[in-house]
């Protein structure tokens, strides 16, 4: 009896196994001769070059100091490095041999030319919203390129995990394979921002948190997370910033690279910014900004708030500077005040840090980042920089300084462990650099 449970089980585990593998299996799509780059409409190649802005596709195919699209960026995750790959036309190490539908297919699907399943860390689980018309015109794009010949590198996933073959498995839990689909109860502004936000931008790639097998969570959607070793806040109602994220303010801060009542886009949302939603029309970044301003409903929340709120922490703007017998408020005018003291009314070249996100965040990270690494002059403001003080100023005055305006500039419980997290975030910075 026994015997005959055990090769029954056997057997279902081998059907099982049978039906996942061809489940799984994906054919290879035919190579086909490199396009000529003088058969694409230059209007389609223009569409696609600010549709790969929209998607960051440069910042991710491009590794530090190499060629532009050529791929090798390494992607660090809780279960190894993932290197970008090249997808610039080159015929042998590109993907100048993929065909239009091959592409799609990697966008759509997850599932490279030859068959194989992508790993996650390429978004597809956000591209297969992407239209036809706008893959169409990324295709355009990007067979336009100059082709540069750039091997693929080795990723790091330890055995099992780097049987690509699993991820059809990972696909089946966590992958809707469907174009976007208008919300038909909201403007046609806020669907495009929706569209954009929700496919090519992949927002919720950096401010979702992501479950034990790295899928995002769908049940905390944009609700915040930790990514390349900065906290990516909340686009919900549950951010912390002093004054809610208004419509205008999204769009200054996503055009621009700063907003009055917010601060200055550093670390890897400076690259979002300049280097991606910079290719796309102020319409779009209008709709994005209206898709999030519904989302954390600021326009119920600022209603007869903002002017408090801005007033109250204009009201701490001077402190340290009206020389109290503090050696922390003498540190922070050493140190900061002469370039965030505002004496009327918060300035974007002044960012006033009261109502600053790094200072209510429930954790120091942002915080210590920007005065370790500063803020370069392409990284926020156009035009307007920040020193880095890892230099200048050691763990001990670090954890001073945030401790002294945790305190000065919000009613927030005092962040603890202060000198061993700044120890902590500069080792890791130096190991990366």
Known sequence: MLKRIAIGFIGLCVLGGLGFLALAWRSSIAPIDPPAAAGFPRELIAKGEALAGAGYCATCHTAKGGATYAGGYGMPTPFGIIYSTNITPDPETGIG??????????????????GTHLFPAFPFDHFTKVTDEDVKALYAYFMTRPPIRAPAQTNTLPFP??????????????????????????????????????GLSHCGACHTSRNLLGAEESSHAYAGAVIDGWIA???????????PWSQADLFSYLRSGSSALHGTAAGSMSAVVHDGLAEL???DIQAIATYFADINRSATRAAGSQESIISKAMSTSDLGVRQEPDPDARLYVAACGSCHYNSETPLEA???LALNTALTLPEPTNFIRVVLDGIGIRDGMPGVMMPG??????????ARLAAYLRR???????WTSLESKVAAIRKEREASQ
Do not use: C
């Open 389 to 398: 003080f890892a230099h200048a100023l050691g763990n001990a005055d670090i």
């Open 97 to 114: 041999r993929w065909s239009e539908a091959a592409f799609a297919r990697a966008m759509h699907e997850g599932v490279a030319r030859d």
């Open 281 to 283: 029309p102020d319409s």
């Open 161 to 198: 995990l780097n049987i690509r073959l699993l991820q059809a498995g990972w696909k089946l839990l966590f992958v809707t394979n469907r174009r976007y689909q208008p919300d038909t109860t909201k403007s046609a502004e806020w669907n495009r921002g929706a569209y954009l936000a929700e």
């Open 350 to 352: 002044r960012p006033e």
């Open 233 to 243: 806040p909340a686009l919900t109602d549950a951010n912390p910033a002093p004054v």
């Open 408 to 414: 000065t500039r919000t009613e927030l419980p005092a």
